[in-house]
């Protein structure tokens, strides 16, 4: 007696929860958009803040990344 195949269920692919992925995407890109800010452009002609503090701070973030410096 042979058995039947195992019947076929069709796999459907996970879903991806955007509604609930964007504020947090959006979160994401305005905490990256500023730290690039504080490591590429502080203390230079848009600088916020006074002293040299944030560019020391910073200063080998800045190297690594390569952006202009001294
Ligand atoms: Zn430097």
Do not use: K
């Not at 964007?22 to 502080?42: D, K, N, S, T």
């Not at 002293?51 to 390569?66: A, K, Q, V, Y």
């Amino acid at each position: 007696m042979t058995q039947a195949p195992p019947a076929r269920t069709a796999s459907l692919p996970a879903q991806i929860p955007i509604r609930e992925i964007i504020p947090w995407a959006v979160f994401a890109l305005v905490v990256g958009l500023l730290l690039i800010y504080f490591v590429g452009a502080e203390q230079g002609a848009t600088s916020l803040f006074g002293g040299n503090l944030i560019h020391e701070f910073t200063h080998d973030g800045r190297h690594l990344l390569g952006f202009p410096c001294h």
